[in-house]
């Protein structure tokens, strides 16, 4: 072997080494990060945030030849962060409103953002469904609600959160929310009429993350 070779092969080998190191380098911080943010995450234990549907406003809600539901509400639904050392930042959320599991309205966005330590946000969003087709069985129960005055809903969020700890945010988190509504709508409760019936619930939501 020439010594011309003998240096290419050293040169070659030296940027081997370089690059192992580099990446090991890498990869340590990497590894050291996510050990901090693992390690804060665990030592502060973040809290689920803390939802309430405050009312809900009825504007319409009929029930049609076919089992065609047409609704529109208005909701307020809050939401406080407990935590003391750790944010949230609300990426995506989408609320609909539901009866026995079914959905009976569309999808509505409400704002996102950032939410600061013991900080409450507020929406106030509007949900419609227009001749939604409802199960068979699900119309005759809403009936047999109806005739009883009192029809149960629920308020669903889905969605997606990051925590924040400090300069460090975490990944995203699925974000689900049940908030039960009993509304005294039919024969025998406060028939829906213009302009509207508002109910005062102040009900606390399940939250699962």
């Not at 809600?61 to 939401?79: D, E, H, K, P």
Request: glycine residues 8%; contains cysteine.
């Amino acid at each position: 072997m020439s010594q011309k070779d003998c240096g290419e092969d050293s040169g070659s080998g030296g940027r081997k080494k370089l690059l192992r190191r580099v990446v090991t380098i890498v990869l340590s911080f990497i590894g050291f990060v996510t050990f901090i943010i693992v390690l804060l995450f665990l030592i502060l234990r973040p809290t689920k945030p803390h939802f309430t549907l405050q009312d809900a406003t009825v504007f319409v809600f009929n029930l049609t030849a076919g089992n065609l539901l047409t609704s529109t509400f208005q909701i307020t639904l809050s939401s406080r962060n407990p935590n003391s050392h750790v944010g949230i930042y609300y990426d995506r959320l989408d609320v609909v409103a539901t009866y026995h599991s079914q959905q009976i309205t569309v999808p509505t966005q409400l704002s996102t953002g950032y939410q600061g330590h013991k900080d409450t946000t507020v929406w106030s969003p509007f949900l419609h469904g227009s001749a939604l087709p409802v199960a068979p069985y699900l119309a005759v129960s809403l009936i047999q609600e109806e005739d009883s005055s009192t029809v149960q809903l629920n308020v669903r969020v889905d969605g997606r959160i990051r925590w924040k700890v400090g300069t460090l945010i975490t990944g995203k988190y699925h974000l689900y929310v049940n908030c039960p509504a009993y509304l005294t709508i039919g024969k025998k409760g406060n028939a829906v009429a213009p302009p509207a019936v508002k109910y005062q619930l102040l009900m606390d939501c399940d939250v699962d993350i």
